[in-house]
């Protein structure tokens, strides 16, 4: 069972403020992350749950090639990103958008 996935405004910003980052580091990287980032939120979509409880309800998935990690809760209504930051970031950043 594939769940509904939605990001919150916050998250969208996330991946558009590193993509354009990387992409301002070399050519086509910046899309390299978002075709990373589509990925791993595809696998979040189609099993949430594998993925630990990192805080109260919050779990993490992280990117495989990027230092980022994927922050999100799951409902009855689907799955909800809060947060997609880079593994350097103070956790207060995302807990704040719960």
Known sequence: MTFALH???E???DLEDAAFWYEEQNTGLGHQFLDEA???LSAIAETPLIFP???KSTRRALMRRFPFGVYFQVDSSGVMVVAVM???RSPARW????
Do not use: D, F, P, T
């Not at 807990?95 to 719960?98: D, E, Q, T």
């Open 53 to 55: 409880v990192v805080h």
């Open 7 to 9: 990001l919150r405004q």
């Open 95 to 98: 807990k704040s958008r719960n």
């Open 38 to 40: 589509q990925s791993i």
């Open 86 to 88: 880079h593994g350097s």
């Open 11 to 13: 998250a969208e910003l």
